[in-house]
């Protein structure tokens, strides 16, 4: 299994090094903010700087899904390991393993980064309890349920659908987060779609004929 | 290789993957049609207003130096992005917010929360001594400094400690004046506390019985979204005299008048059910009725009653009179409100009298207003939200939640775009929205993606005429597009089950499945459907699966030509037929 999650991660290590380059973009523009004195109002340089940054960033997690299940689906990847001594659902359980540390990667410096923001301020009381942790798993299950995304419309010989399809469903998908903001609502509607796309991406997966 | 998942558990999680991903784009088209009906509709029907108000005393109002009366205007703004859950979640989580524990926060110098884990309110402040420093009865005059104090339901301290007790769901008057006095309910506790900052004494007023139908959800200070809502009062004003050297100036209020709209000798309480109770501040007992909320009225009519959650926004505001006496017999001031005064002419006696108030609410798709005065005894005067329009000479009016949908330019065609992308939506959810139509908070059936509160068949509802077949039926019709996509998407399934061999079971599974669930049920069964290429069957001619033993449609089996060996064999040379094998093609093609 080790030597799967490995291989997935040499694999794609594009998408771990880009990662971690926009993670650091976003510490750099958190910490700045936090640090500005200029007149003009930092949220407005924010939302400019960071909704396309973001916006790459899911596409990039979706493009990830997508460039796993289509270059087995064409390559015959699974296929051949299954001949050795590996089961074709470890594979599929090594790539969303892989999928999900490329997320953290991304993840867990910026929450490292809030965190410590937020201590450094040194508000004499607690202002917003439980925002950090709020907004980083909503940001961590949108980053994964459109990665999810990807490995469902990665499943395919043509180019166009892993493409095209990957971007319109991941752009129907990502406003979710402005129509239900950060409470319960969303988490339990990503659960439940998290769940439901893996379980199709794994029947897919495990049916087709080698 | 054996599926690890069955065949309905797949369905379920395509289904329920479609069903997000159709949901989200149709929420999107409904909101825009919403937005363009609310925002196409004239100014006019957007605000309400009554002239006199009707509060003020006749003594004032009818004053010959009167150039207008007092009026009270109730204006509704369109903002609906803010309605957004993700505005929502920041609104409402920032210091002062409806769900933020931060009841003030106004510099480090000057803030108070509620500690959950303590179960105390902890407010900080910097004690500014009063100069020139007047000795008070009962007053602690101290030098600046900042305070730090804990308060519970038993007292208040400097120091966090056990004796002084827990709050465990307070709400506070978020109208927190400069007296330092708070007011509070807890609705665990059951009772009203009142706590004064500069004596640090907690007065617990008597606890509600278990049988008490109070159920307070906001004190003092009533309003839900004051993004959505403006509810302002004039007084009665007076043309600016020579005194005033300003007689070309705008008229002037016949009394002071002080922003600080308090309710006199009372707190407004508004209870669960919508009703707004006067709270004594003294006594911290309930002391009347001040009036309710006022039901909008809506495109089919519903309730008179509506409770805080049924509504966009609400705003009450309370109108009191008060009189301050001083030293001098002579001098003695009368002002709308509760106005502040300097240590150095303070008042020996002060006389508040409650007048009225005033409420104003948001229909819950924000189309409707109405606004309402109540006297002192609660008796109430209301009146509704409609666009006066010309016709043929004549002036009509039409309530303004039917003129959005129809009365103003190209809402016809956002009203059909709206119930257009409803039918899209599954029937049985719509089914489900008309019986929930009530349930959800207001604010949030803006944001609902699976019920909607909202759409038309949910009004209907809501609507209050008629008996329930005769509602249920007139909701029925308004999904009636949905019901007819949903039947022939369902005979569309029910031809191709036929052909790609489903059993008749699972056929009928998918047939209620789409007339169920519309256009997400077809998505779903075309996306779940057998990928496999179908042959012509070689007995009736009609297409068949390769991978079933016998045709689904004729039931017959494969004719399957056996293959027979050739009775001859290309050797070296020469030609050689076996006797024996020969014999055995014979016989062969004899059979």
């Given amino acids: ?210 | 290789m054996k599926p690890l998942i069955n065949y309905p558990v797949k369905v379920f999680a395509t289904g329920f993957v479609v069903l997000v991903l159709l949901s989200l784009p149709l929420l999107w088209i409904r909101s825009a049609c919403e937005t363009s009906l609310i925002e196409g509709m004239p100014r006019g029907a957007g605000y309400v207003s009554i002239t006199p108000s009707r509060l003020v005393p006749p003594e004032l109002e009818n004053d010959p130096n009167v150039v207008s009366h007092s009026s009270v205007y109730g204006g509704r703004y369109t903002r609906e992005p803010l309605s957004l859950g993700i505005a929502d979640y920041f609104r409402t989580r920032k210091p002062g917010g409806r769900r933020s524990n931060v009841y003030l926060f106004e510099s480090k110098g000057n803030w108070m929360y509620f500690d959950k884990k303590s179960g105390l309110i902890v407010h900080y402040y910097v004690d500014v001594p009063i100069l020139p420093p007047i000795p008070q009865p009962g007053r602690i005059n101290r030098p600046m400094q900042s305070v730090q104090l804990y308060i519970g339901p038993e007292g208040v301290s400097e120091t966090q400690d056990k004796t002084l007790g827990r709050f465990i769901d307070p709400i506070i008057n978020r109208r927190f004046d400069g007296e330092r006095k708070l007011t509070l309910y807890d609705k665990k506790l059951r009772r009203f506390f009142k706590i004064d900052f500069n004596q640090r004494t907690i007065i617990k007023g008597p606890k509600l019985k278990k049988d008490d139908p109070h159920k307070p959800v906001q004190i003092g200070k009533l309003s839900k979204n004051t993004f959505l809502l403006n509810l302002s009062w004039q007084p009665p004003k007076i043309k600016a005299t020579d005194e005033d050297k300003n007689e070309k100036g705008p008229p002037k209020p016949i009394i002071p008048t002080d922003d600080n709209r308090d309710a006199g000798p009372y707190l407004l309480v508004l209870d669960k059910s919508g009703r707004i109770d006067l709270l004594d501040k003294e006594t911290l007992e309930f002391a009347g009725t001040a009036g309710r909320l006022p039901a909008p009225q809506t495109y089919f009519p519903s309730k008179d009653y509506v409770t805080p959650r049924d509504l966009l926004d609400y705003q009450v505001l309370p109108l009191a009179l008060t009189t301050q006496f001083f030293k001098d017999p002579e001098m003695v001031r009368v002002a709308f409100g509760d106005p502040s005064y300097s240590p150095e002419r303070s008042p020996f006696k002060v006389e508040r009298k409650y007048l009225g108030m005033f409420a104003a609410s948001v229909s819950r798709n924000g189309t409707a207003m109405a606004l309402a005065v109540f006297d002192e005894k609660g008796r109430e005067i209301k009146i509704y939200s409609k666009l006066t329009k010309q016709q043929r000479g004549r002036t009509t009016s039409v309530r303004s939640s039917k003129a959005v949908f129809f009365e103003t330019p190209w809402a016809p065609v956002f009203t059909i775009g709206k119930s257009l992308a409803e039918n899209l939506h599954p029937p049985i959810l719509s089914v489900a929205s008309y019986f929930t139509a009530s349930a959800f908070e207001a604010a949030s059936g803006h944001r609902a993606l699976f019920f909607l509160p909202n759409s038309f068949i949910a009004m209907k509802g809501r609507d209050y005429r008629g008996n329930f077949a005769e509602r249920f039926i007139s909701g029925l019709w308004l999904i009636l597009p949905s019901i007819i996509l949903a039947i022939w998407l369902a005979c569309r399934v029910s031809k191709d089950a036929v052909v790609f061999g489903l059993s008749e079971n699972a056929r009928l599974y998918w047939i209620i499945g789409t007339i169920a669930f519309g256009l997400t049920a077809y998505i779903a069964y075309r996306l779940t459907r057998l990928k496999i290429t179908l042959v012509t069957c070689q007995n009736c001619g009609k297409m068949r699966r390769p991978d079933m033993a016998k045709c689904h449609r004729c039931k017959s089996d494969w004719h399957v030509p056996e293959l027979i060996p050739p009775a001859w064999r290309v050797l070296n040379g020469t030609e050689q037929v076996p006797e024996d094998s020969a014999a055995d093609a014979e016989e062969t093609v004899a059979e």
């Fill in chain 1, 1 to 210: 299994m080790y030597a799967l999650i490995k291989r997935e991660i040499q694999d794609h290590i594009a998408y771990f090094v880009g990662a971690a380059i926009f993670s650091a973009v976003f510490i750099v523009i958190s910490v700045s903010l936090t640090h500005s004195k200029g007149t003009e109002d930092p949220s407005i340089f924010a939302i400019g700087l960071g909704t396309p940054v973001a916006t790459v960033v899911i596409l990039g997690f979706c493009a990830m899904g997508a460039n796993q299940m289509y270059t087995d689906k064409n390559r015959k990847i699974s296929a051949f390991l299954s001949t050795l001594a590996v089961s074709r659902s470890r594979i599929l359980l090594a790539r969303i393993i892989t999928g999900i540390l490329a997320i953290l990667t991304l993840l867990v410096p910026l929450a490292v980064t809030a965190v410590v923001l937020s201590h450094l301020s040194n508000p004499p009381i607690p202002m917003y309890p439980g925002m950090v942790l709020e907004t980083f798993t909503i940001s961590f299950l949108m980053a994964f349920a459109c990665y999810c995304l990807g490995l469902l419309t990665g499943w395919n010989s043509s180019k166009i659908t892993p493409t095209l399809g990957g971007i319109v469903l991941t752009c129907i998908l990502v406003p979710l987060i402005f129509v239900k903001g950060f409470g319960v609502h969303i988490v339990v509607i990503l659960v439940l779609f998290i769940i439901a796309s893996l379980l199709r991406a794994w029947h897919t997966f495990m049916t087709t004929s080698l």
